[in-house]
Protein backbone atom coordinates (compact mmCIF):
# COMPACT_ATOMS: atom_id res chain seq x y z
CA UNK A 1 0.00 0.00 0.00
CA UNK A 2 2.80 2.10 0.71
CA UNK A 3 4.25 1.54 -2.61
CA UNK A 4 1.35 1.83 -4.35
CA UNK A 5 0.17 5.29 -2.59
CA UNK A 6 4.43 6.61 -3.47
CA UNK A 7 3.76 5.35 -7.08
CA UNK A 8 0.39 7.82 -7.10
CA UNK A 9 2.34 10.55 -5.71
CA UNK A 10 5.09 10.57 -7.83
CA UNK A 11 2.59 10.45 -10.96
CA UNK A 12 0.46 13.32 -9.27
CA UNK A 13 3.88 14.94 -9.61
CA UNK A 14 5.01 13.91 -12.87
CA UNK A 15 1.03 15.02 -14.18
CA UNK A 16 1.62 18.69 -12.43
CA UNK A 17 5.05 19.14 -13.86
CA UNK A 18 5.25 20.51 -17.28
CA UNK A 19 7.09 18.84 -19.92
CA UNK A 20 10.59 19.01 -19.62
CA UNK A 21 11.15 20.89 -16.20
CA UNK A 22 12.89 18.83 -13.67
CA UNK A 23 11.93 18.19 -9.58
CA UNK A 24 15.99 18.50 -8.04
CA UNK A 25 17.74 19.20 -5.34
CA UNK A 26 19.50 21.84 -7.26
CA UNK A 27 19.54 24.21 -9.98
CA UNK A 28 23.27 25.78 -11.02
CA UNK A 29 22.38 28.42 -13.86
CA UNK A 30 25.28 29.87 -15.75
CA UNK A 31 24.47 33.68 -16.57
CA UNK A 32 24.66 34.76 -20.18
CA UNK A 33 25.45 30.91 -21.53
CA UNK A 34 23.87 29.88 -24.92
CA UNK A 35 23.16 33.80 -25.74
CA UNK A 36 22.72 35.39 -28.03
CA UNK A 37 20.94 32.64 -29.98
CA UNK A 38 19.12 31.55 -27.40
CA UNK A 39 16.85 34.99 -26.95
CA UNK A 40 14.85 35.04 -29.92
CA UNK A 41 13.55 31.29 -29.52
CA UNK A 42 12.60 32.20 -26.04
CA UNK A 43 11.38 35.49 -26.42
CA UNK A 44 14.26 37.35 -24.29
CA UNK A 45 14.42 41.04 -25.31
CA UNK A 46 17.18 41.81 -23.12
CA UNK A 47 19.46 39.93 -24.41
CA UNK A 48 22.46 40.78 -21.85
CA UNK A 49 25.67 39.15 -23.11
CA UNK A 50 27.50 39.67 -19.69
CA UNK A 51 30.61 41.96 -19.32
CA UNK A 52 33.75 41.58 -20.59
CA UNK A 53 37.08 42.92 -20.63
CA UNK A 54 41.11 42.01 -21.86
CA UNK A 55 41.50 39.13 -18.72
CA UNK A 56 37.85 37.54 -20.38
CA UNK A 57 34.38 37.29 -20.71
CA UNK A 58 32.25 36.91 -18.31
CA UNK A 59 29.58 34.40 -20.73
CA UNK A 60 32.87 32.13 -20.73
CA UNK A 61 33.68 32.00 -17.33
CA UNK A 62 30.25 31.46 -15.84
CA UNK A 63 29.57 27.82 -17.55
CA UNK A 64 33.25 26.57 -16.18
CA UNK A 65 31.68 27.64 -12.59
CA UNK A 66 28.59 25.86 -13.05
CA UNK A 67 30.28 22.96 -14.66
CA UNK A 68 32.76 22.07 -11.41
CA UNK A 69 29.64 22.97 -9.18
CA UNK A 70 27.74 20.67 -11.07
CA UNK A 71 30.07 17.82 -10.94
CA UNK A 72 30.64 18.36 -7.23
CA UNK A 73 27.20 18.26 -6.35
CA UNK A 74 26.36 15.19 -8.31
CA UNK A 75 29.39 12.93 -7.06
CA UNK A 76 27.56 13.83 -3.30
CA UNK A 77 24.72 12.01 -5.12
CA UNK A 78 22.53 15.29 -5.45
CA UNK A 79 20.32 15.55 -8.44
CA UNK A 80 21.02 19.24 -10.41
CA UNK A 81 19.43 20.52 -13.53
CA UNK A 82 22.36 22.50 -14.80
CA UNK A 83 20.86 25.55 -17.26
CA UNK A 84 21.73 27.77 -19.53
CA UNK A 85 20.74 31.59 -19.54
CA UNK A 86 17.51 30.87 -21.82
CA UNK A 87 15.60 27.78 -21.60
CA UNK A 88 11.58 26.86 -21.51
CA UNK A 89 11.31 24.53 -18.39
CA UNK A 90 10.20 25.79 -15.32
CA UNK A 91 12.06 23.70 -12.27
CA UNK A 92 11.53 22.53 -8.64
CA UNK A 93 14.14 22.50 -6.68
CA UNK A 94 15.70 22.94 -2.91
CA UNK A 95 18.59 25.34 -3.85
CA UNK A 96 18.80 27.85 -7.31
CA UNK A 97 22.30 29.39 -8.24
CA UNK A 98 22.31 31.94 -10.78
CA UNK A 99 26.41 32.44 -11.03
CA UNK A 100 27.60 35.91 -13.01
CA UNK A 101 30.85 38.40 -12.53
CA UNK A 102 30.33 41.78 -12.50
CA UNK A 103 31.19 44.65 -14.76
CA UNK A 104 31.53 48.40 -13.58
CA UNK A 105 32.24 51.80 -15.53
CA UNK A 106 34.55 53.04 -13.55
CA UNK A 107 36.57 49.86 -13.49
CA UNK A 108 36.95 48.56 -9.76
CA UNK A 109 34.27 50.42 -8.20
CA UNK A 110 32.49 46.66 -7.97
CA UNK A 111 33.22 43.49 -6.22
CA UNK A 112 31.16 40.27 -5.15
CA UNK A 113 27.38 40.66 -4.45
CA UNK A 114 24.46 38.81 -3.93
CA UNK A 115 21.29 38.99 -5.10
CA UNK A 116 18.08 36.77 -4.22
CA UNK A 117 14.11 37.24 -3.61
CA UNK A 118 12.45 38.37 -0.93
CA UNK A 119 11.47 34.45 -0.41
CA UNK A 120 14.97 33.29 0.30
CA UNK A 121 16.22 33.45 3.98
CA UNK A 122 18.54 35.89 4.79
CA UNK A 123 20.37 33.29 6.86
CA UNK A 124 21.70 31.61 3.82
CA UNK A 125 22.25 34.66 2.02
CA UNK A 126 24.58 35.81 5.07
CA UNK A 127 25.72 32.40 5.30
CA UNK A 128 27.44 32.34 1.77
CA UNK A 129 28.71 35.72 2.58
CA UNK A 130 30.34 34.56 5.12
CA UNK A 131 32.01 31.69 3.22
CA UNK A 132 32.94 34.02 0.64
CA UNK A 133 34.29 36.55 2.49
CA UNK A 134 36.69 34.22 4.05
CA UNK A 135 38.14 33.41 0.33
CA UNK A 136 37.63 36.57 -1.92
CA UNK A 137 40.25 39.34 -0.96
CA UNK A 138 38.04 42.04 -2.56
CA UNK A 139 35.49 43.83 -1.68
CA UNK A 140 31.63 42.64 -1.04
CA UNK A 141 29.71 45.41 -2.13
CA UNK A 142 26.33 44.77 -0.74
CA UNK A 143 23.23 42.81 -1.37
CA UNK A 144 20.67 43.09 -4.17
CA UNK A 145 22.52 46.25 -5.26
CA UNK A 146 20.83 46.44 -8.34
CA UNK A 147 16.89 46.26 -9.91
CA UNK A 148 19.19 42.90 -12.45
CA UNK A 149 20.23 41.45 -9.03
CA UNK A 150 16.67 42.11 -7.14
CA UNK A 151 14.31 41.38 -10.26
CA UNK A 152 16.42 38.92 -11.48
CA UNK A 153 14.13 36.85 -14.42
CA UNK A 154 16.21 33.47 -13.51
CA UNK A 155 14.36 33.53 -9.91
CA UNK A 156 10.82 33.34 -11.43
CA UNK A 157 12.42 30.13 -13.73
CA UNK A 158 12.34 27.28 -10.69
CA UNK A 159 10.38 26.85 -7.40
CA UNK A 160 13.21 26.83 -4.54
CA UNK A 161 12.76 28.16 -1.18
CA UNK A 162 16.06 29.17 -1.61
CA UNK A 163 17.48 31.19 -4.90
CA UNK A 164 20.61 33.16 -5.06
CA UNK A 165 22.44 34.97 -7.57
CA UNK A 166 26.39 35.30 -7.56
CA UNK A 167 28.90 37.56 -8.19
CA UNK A 168 31.88 36.58 -7.85
CA UNK A 169 34.03 39.98 -8.15
CA UNK A 170 34.27 42.06 -11.21
CA UNK A 171 35.62 40.77 -14.56
CA UNK A 172 36.61 44.82 -15.58
CA UNK A 173 38.79 45.15 -12.62
CA UNK A 174 42.03 44.34 -13.76
CA UNK A 175 43.42 43.29 -9.89
CA UNK A 176 39.92 41.45 -8.93
CA UNK A 177 39.96 39.29 -12.69
CA UNK A 178 43.14 38.18 -12.35
CA UNK A 179 42.72 36.62 -9.38
CA UNK A 180 39.63 34.88 -10.15
CA UNK A 181 40.82 33.66 -13.65
CA UNK A 182 42.45 30.89 -12.48
CA UNK A 183 40.01 29.98 -10.06
CA UNK A 184 36.72 28.92 -11.53
CA UNK A 185 36.95 25.81 -10.61
CA UNK A 186 37.53 26.37 -7.54
CA UNK A 187 34.39 28.81 -7.35
CA UNK A 188 32.48 26.10 -8.49
CA UNK A 189 33.70 23.63 -5.80
CA UNK A 190 33.50 26.09 -3.16
CA UNK A 191 30.23 26.93 -4.24
CA UNK A 192 28.96 23.27 -4.20
CA UNK A 193 30.58 22.68 -0.71
CA UNK A 194 28.30 25.61 0.17
CA UNK A 195 25.04 23.96 -0.81
CA UNK A 196 25.91 20.42 0.05
CA UNK A 197 26.54 22.10 4.04
CA UNK A 198 23.19 24.01 3.58
CA UNK A 199 21.23 20.33 2.53
CA UNK A 200 22.27 18.51 5.13
ZN1 LIG B 1 25.98 38.58 -15.61
Not at 14 to 28: L, Q, S
Not at 42 to 55: P, W
Amino acid sequence: MKRFLAAVAAALLAAATPAGAEVVDVVVQAGHEGRPASCAPNHVRACNIGASSAAGREILWTPIVADAMTARLRAAGLRVARRPADYPEHDTARIAIFIHFDGSEPACASGSSAGFPPSTSHAFVAAWERAYRARFPYRFVGENISSNEEHYYGFHKVDAPQKMLIEYGEITCPAQAAWLAPRLRELGNLTAQFVIGQLH
